[in-house]
Every structure is written in C-alpha cells, then in structure tokens.
C-alpha cells in the first residue's frame, strides 16, 4: 500500500485545530459543543500522538538505515509523570495550543489537570528512567526502555484522621491516549515446568525445557519526543495476557472452568507495581514479573536484531543493555539460555555476547533492598535459568581459583550463591558477573560500590567499575515545570540552555546584578503564590508567601530522615510558644511522600507530621510563625508545584545511605538552597554551587562508619548533653502532639534512643539547628539570599541528564547521536 502522507498532520495552529475537531468527531465520537476539559485533553493527545507517530516511523527508519548501534533500557519501573504538556513543550507547541484552548474557552493549565500520572514506579529509580528517556531522545541517540505496562501504578495516598490511607491507582481509567498497542508483536512467556536432559545431534548437552506454562507479553508504545521534536523514541511496556491455549490435561478431565482459571493468573503478572523500591520482596509473583520483564525485552530485542543481521555473535557491535538495577539481572541467564540452547552457540562464545551486552547500575547500598531468590523458587518458576546460574558460578569460581585465590571465605564471599542459612542466588552478583560494566550513581556512591558492596570482584576486575553521577532532564523540571524562572532566564541568555545546561554558567554575573536579582526575586514570590493558593484550596491552610518555603519530598524513609526534619520543627515550635523566641523569618514546613504501605516507622512519621500541623497551625501563638503542611499523594504532577516554590531543600540522609538522589538537583536547579548532608549528589552538588551557597551539616561517611562499627554511638549522650534534644525527644514522648493517644509516639522515643539507632538522628540533629539558623539569618536578607539562590541555578548545568547520558554512551554503551537530515547534532 502507498504510505500515507496526510496534509492534516502539520503543526501550524490550523492544523493543529482541525485535528483536534476531527478527534473530538470521529474518535470520541461527540459534537464540539459537547466537548468537555477531559474531551479535549484525549483530543489533544491524539493529535500529538499522529506527529509522534509520524516522526516515530522516521526514527526508526533513521536507525534503520544507519544501522545503528541501540541501547535498551531494562527497568522494572518507569516514573513518567504526565505527558501531555511534556508533549507540547518538547514540540515547542505552547503557544498554539494555549492560543487554540483560549478561542474554545479553556485554558492548558486546566487541561493538562485533567490527565492522570502514568505512576509506574515508586520514586528515584523510576524517575530517573524516565529522565533518561528525554534525553536519549533530545539526544537524538537510539536508546529505548522496556518496562512493564502495569494495571495498577503506585497507590494514590490520602490522609485520613492524620494516617496515610492508600487506595489503587488505576491510571488508566479515562484512557491511555499516548499509548500504541501492538499485538503483532506479541511475545509468547514460558514459565514453570522441568528440564529434561538430551543429547544434542551433535552429540552435546541438549536440555530440554519441558511442561511450562505460557502467558503472552503484549507490547504497549509510548512515544517519547526529544526537544524540538526532531528524533521520537519509544518505552515499551509489555502486558501479560493469558494465552488462548488451555492446559489439555486440566481440559481434558472436564474442568473447563478450572482451566479458565489458569488463565487468570496470568494476567495477574502485570497488574500491579510492588510499592517500594528500597526492600526486596521475595515474592513468587515478583519474580514471576522480573522474569516477564526479561524475556519479553530479549526476546523482542534479539528479533529485531536478526531481522538486520544474520549472525548473532555481532549481537554486542549492535546492541547495549543497561540492566537499572538487579530486578532485571536474569537476563545474564535468559541470554545465555537463549544463546545456547536455541542458536546452539557454544558456551565459552555465548558468554562472550553476554557480558559485552549487559551492563548493571546499582541503585543502594542498603541490605535489605539486596535482592536474593531462593533457590528453591527459582528451580520451581525458572528451572533452566537456575541451571545456567549454577553453570556460570562454577565456571567463574573456577577461574577464580586459578587466578590464584586460595581463601575459601573470600570465594563463599564471590560465589553466585549464598549458603548461609538456606541457598539463594545473589542477583547483584550475578548482574556484576554478567556485565561488562557496573557503576554508582554518584561519586561516593560509585566509591561505597567497590569498597562495601563489591570489594573482592573490584579487586578482580578494577577496571569494570565506574561512577555515572545521576541526572534529571531541564525540559521538565525547569522548562515546563517553571515557566516563570525559565523565561527569565531565556530574556537573560537566550533559549540555548534548554539543550545545553551548562549555558547557564550565563546567569552568574547576573547574580551580582541587584535588578536581576529582583526579577528573580519577583519569579520565586510568583510561584510561592501559587503554590499557596493550591494549599488553601487543598488543605485550607493558608500560608504567606513571605515565608521561607522549606520542603522535604521524597519517599518516607528512616534513612532519609523526616523525623529530623519533624524534631527540627517541634523545636522550633516550643522555642516560639516557650521561650519567647522570635525568628528571623516566618516559616511553612512543607513535607511531601508516600510510605511503603507495610512499613509502620514510615507511616507513623507522617501520622506525627500531620499532628504536627494540626497543632502548630491552630496554635494562634506560633501560627504567625510556624505553618506545617503535608501536601498529599507525592507524585511527579506535584513535586513540579511545589519544585518552583522552594527555598529551602532538605538533603538530609544519613552519611553513606542516599545513593545519589535527584530531588536534591531539581530544587537546586530552581533556587532552592540545599540544607543538606555530605551524602550521594549533595556533595557533588555543594561542590558545583560553592560551599558558601549550601547548608552543610552532619557526620561524613567515615565518622558514620566508625561510630556504627565501632558500636560506639551512645544517643543518651547527646538527650543528656543537650536541653534543646531532650525537649524535643521529652514532648514527643508526653504526648504532646497526640493528646488522645498520649502514648502512639513514643516508640520514637524509645527508637531514637536506642544504641542500635542506625541513622543517627541525634548525633547529627545539633549541627542541623546550626544549619537553620543560619538559614533563617542569612533569607532575612534578600540581598544575600537571592544571590545564592541565583548562583545555585547558574552553576547547576552539570547535573542534566544529558551530561549523564553522553557518558553511558561514550563508556558504556557505545551508541553515537544520529540526528535527521540536515540537524546538527546537539552542543
Ligand atoms: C525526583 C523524584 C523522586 C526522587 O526524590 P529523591 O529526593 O531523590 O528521593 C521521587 N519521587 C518523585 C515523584 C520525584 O519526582
């Protein structure tokens, strides 16, 4: 058939708005006038997705004929946020739209409302994924993510009576207008069974995996659009689907409903995202996803491999898979196993594919997110995978011994399997074993990897580690999260920033500049407003904009340390009510963050935040002081509203726990000053701005390291030193905060003050107080403020995960830009 060629498809305001009639016509199936604000945003995402489509194909056949070498991104988790005004921002098409919405009666903003965050991931890791989506894609690089197309996201969190209440997050309810089905290319997923051996016709090993089960991958497309719309890329997120095979023995006895039956497990595999990323699950239905996660992604990649080139041992001069995280490592087994027993390549050559394929981003360094699978799961779910894991580890403990090892605890330690208590296999071990690079996520990250994770294997192979300090792309988290600073700073140097980060080095002169900084003064007030307004509506608390916004929004976690946060604020607090104290400024606390729906700790320091807020804000003596906000349901669409409107950053983990972070780079980036600790990107960070723009406080890795070694940490110490920690730690066992159940934080008390006390709260919590106090004196003078502010955002260009994705691509991966016809390729 001739290739369509469809006139309508321009991107000129005309066009733009006859598409979007027709959609509202002939998809939606409804009449203009009846056309409401979710009509209009579906309409408008099927218009965008007719370009993206277009441009899609042209991608592709980009690559195509290039033959380009690609990158595949395996991630159990991808954190988009929405993508309409992503959409249009890329595409550069704000002002038609905006001007098209307005002739109808609407405004983008209150469309852009109307659409759900795709929330499939938990937080920073899934984040990150989708960071790097836009930048291989701005980059004009063929790099793509595969991922799952849950049914149900991240829970959506309300407080009820001061708790977290989750509810499902069935993000697709109105529809997913983005997405691109794909059923042709389908992916048929075996799974239990046996392994029955044979001998090959050439006389070899020939096992046989026998009586599996199947389900089906199907894939899904979401179409992801670089800067200026010149290269379109794809995440493909697979969903499980029964087969319409039955299982004949079940069938044949009769039991048709039984057999049925079977059917609906399977697509139980892709309903619904496990919600934390910083545990290890060690469920069957966990691993039964990270497995469907794999082979739907090596299946679909080695296929379009074959279909350009024929042998299968170029496999590594054409394709690099970046494994994020261990929840991906079996593909070092499924590759193998692919490899050897269905193209019979021989075992030594297909190990060679492997590990010049796969490469491994750890993401923590904290135990109980290491994930290991029983053996005995494993042989139940994968039998010939575990095969293969048990092949690959004695090959590999054979050759280290013969490098030389003789110390048995040293090779237990390097084994694939751990024996200590019952057998599991490591997966972290197995991802560094398979790859041909592994690396951190921030320089002291990258460091704590080869010294605490991996200290045998980096003396084995020092050359395999590497740091790739995390990233977060400019187009959403300044472009189009904060118009007001980003037309600023364009007005001042110019659009060029917006792919190149680094061009707003630009801004620091300007910071000297007391005019500027009134501008920039006036843009920060602007989004302060804002963000006020959207609390009163949200909350009913009404906060002045005159106050230093201080915010903490990331997951709740006790190594990220909101309880620090909350003991800082009750401080605060008693010092008002108590001492008479009069602060330099007026402050609204601001946290934001789901908890982990089985994690108790988590979820009863947002259950004190919110008693916090109550009484705080009532309390007609503080409240021209002191506001507490707990702004809901943390997701991508809010941390952009509160994001623009910060003053204050709190970067506040424990010394050696945060891996990088990304949270700390969007404030940052949008002038917030950091109050932070010297962990994971703080430190690269505080580097970048200048130490005198950043509130350090608290104890590096290695005073951490020694008093946790040590067991020296003695926390009754420092209630027994300090009036202003026992105050503190004394109204919270009193009950202060919960008259009515005198007793529910006292389990804080009792934490705190425990010698085992793994993040050290109150060994930092002095110099913390230190760091606020500064804060609060140096924002009562704008001048000094604004001057930091602004040199915060002049020197943050480094932290674009463009920057980031050039170096995975010049060391790791080896993919080049290809940009269209015609385009110079990015600065
Ligand atoms: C950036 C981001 C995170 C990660 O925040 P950290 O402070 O690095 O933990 C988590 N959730 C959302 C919605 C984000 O946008």
Redesign the pocket.
């Known amino acids: 058939m001739p290739v369509a060629s469809c006139p309508v498809h321009g991107l000129d305001a005309d066009d733009l708005s006859c598409s979007i009639r027709e959609h509202v016509a002939h998809s939606l199936g409804k009449r203009g006038q009846e056309a409401g604000c979710r009509d209009v945003a579906t309409a408008m995402a099927l218009t965008l997705r007719d370009r993206l489509v277009d441009r899609m194909l042209e991608t592709r056949d980009r690559y195509r004929e290039s033959r380009a070498k690609r990158m595949y991104y395996l991630s159990i988790e991808y954190?988009l946020?929405r993508c309409l005004g992503n959409n249009i921002y890329n595409m550069n098409l704000q002002g038609e739209m905006a001007g098209l919405l307005q002739s109808w009666g609407f405004s983008l903003e209150e469309i852009r409302e109307h659409e759900r965050d795709p929330a499939l991931g938990n937080?920073?890791l899934g984040?990150l994924a989708a960071c790097f989506l836009d930048s291989l894609a701005t980059l004009d690089m063929p790099g793509c993510g595969y991922g799952i197309h849950y049914e149900y996201g991240l829970f959506k969190q309300s407080i009820e009576n001061d708790r977290q209440v989750e509810r499902p997050d069935y993000w697709m309810a109105e529809g997913m207008p983005l997405q691109l089905e794909r059923r042709d290319q389908a992916v048929i997923v075996p799974l239990y069974g046996r392994v029955e051996d044979h001998q090959g016709p050439d006389g070899g090993y020939l096992p046989l995996w026998v009586d599996w089960q199947d389900l089906v991958g199907v894939p899904y497309d979401i179409p992801i659009v670089g800067y200026g719309d010149r290269t379109v890329n794809y995440l493909r997120l697979f969903a499980a689907k029964s087969t319409d095979n039955f299982n004949m023995q079940i069938f044949d006895q009769g039991d048709y409903i039984k057999a049925i039956h079977q059917k609906v497990y399977s697509e139980l595999i892709s309903k619904v995202l496990y919600p934390s990323e910083s545990i290890s699950f060690g469920k069957e239905l966990r691993l039964v996803q990270e497995f469907f996660l794999v082979f739907c992604s090596i299946r679909d990649i080695t296929r379009r491999f074959l279909k350009q080139n024929r042998n299968i041992e170029e496999l590594p001069e054409f394709t690099a898979i970046q494994l994020n995280d261990t929840h991906p490592a079996l593909a070092v087994a499924e590759l193998m196993r692919l490899l050897v027993d269905e193209r019979r390549v021989p075992w030594d050559r297909a190990w060679n594919i492997v590990t010049r394929t796969l490469a491994f981003t750890n993401h923590t360094l904290m135990p109980e997110a290491l994930e290991m699978w029983s053996v005995e799961l494993m042989e139940k779910v994968l039998p010939r995978h575990l095969q293969i894991i048990y092949e690959v580890n004695r090959r590999f403990l054979d050759t280290v011994r013969a490098s030389g090892v003789t110390d048995e605890a040293k090779i237990r330690r390097m084994s694939l399997i751990d024996e200590n208590g019952g057998k599991q296999v490591r997966m972290a071990h197995l991802a560094v074993v398979g790859s041909h690079s592994v690396n951190g996520v921030s320089k002291l990250h990258s460091e704590l990897v080869k010294k605490v994770l991996f200290p045998d294997y980096a003396a084995l192979w020092p050359g395999k580690f590497n740091n790739k300090t995390n990233g977060?792309t400019p187009r959403r988290w300044l472009y189009k999260a904060n118009p007001g600073l980003s037309g600023l700073i364009s007005e001042a140097i110019g659009e060029d920033w917006i792919t190149d980060l680094d061009q707003l080095q630009k801004l620091a002169p300007l910071a000297e500049d007391p005019s500027f900084r009134e501008r920039f003064a006036g843009v920060k007030r602007a989004a302060k407003a804002k963000l006020a307004d959207y609390f009163a509506k949200t909350t009913g608390i009404v906060v002045s904009p005159d106050a230093v916004f201080d915010m903490q929004?990331?997951?709740i976690h006790e190594y990220?340390r909101q309880l620090l946060n909350a003991m800082h604020v009750i401080h605060d607090y008693l010092r008002v009510t108590e001492d008479g104290y009069v602060p330099p400024a007026p402050r609204v606390y601001v946290f934001a963050g789901k908890a982990a729906p089985g994690y108790f700790e988590a979820k009863e320091i947002i259950h004190l935040i919110c008693r916090l807020s109550k009484v705080i804000n009532a309390d007609k003596r503080a409240s021209d002081w002191i506001k507490v906000v707990f702004a809901a349901d943390?997701?991508?669409s809010?941390?952009e509203k509160l994001i623009p409107a910060a003053d204050v950053s709190e970067?506040i983990s424990t010394a050696g726990t945060?891996a990088?972070?990304?949270?700390?780079m969007?404030f940052s980036l949008n002038g917030a000053l950091t109050v932070g600790t010297l962990d994971g990107a703080n430190i690269e960070i505080r580097e970048a701005v200048g130490a005198e723009n950043f509130y350090l406080f608290g104890l590096t890795t290695p005073e951490v390291e020694r008093l946790l070694g040590e067991g020296s940490y003695d926390p009754w110490e420092y209630y027994r030193k300090h009036p202003e920690i026992r105050r503190v730690l004394d109204a919270l066992s009193a009950g202060r905060f919960s008259p009515d159940e005198p007793a529910v934080f006292h389990w804080m008390f009792e934490k705190l003050l425990s010698r085992n006390e793994r993040y050290l709260h109150l060994a930092d919590f002095m110099t913390y107080l230190d760091a606020h106090e500064r804060i609060g004196m140096e924002y009562a003078n704008p001048d000094v403020w604004m001057r930091k502010a602004a040199l915060n955002v002049a020197r943050m260009g480094g932290f674009s995960s463009d920057r980031t994705i050039r170096e995975y691509a010049r060391d790791i991966w080896g993919i080049k830009p290809f940009p269209p016809k015609g385009a110079a390729p990015r600065a």
Not at 660 to 664: A, E, L
């Open positions: 954190l946020g937080g920073g984040r977060i929004a990331k997951r990220k943390y997701r991508v809010l941390a970067q945060e990088s972070g990304t949270g700390n969007k």
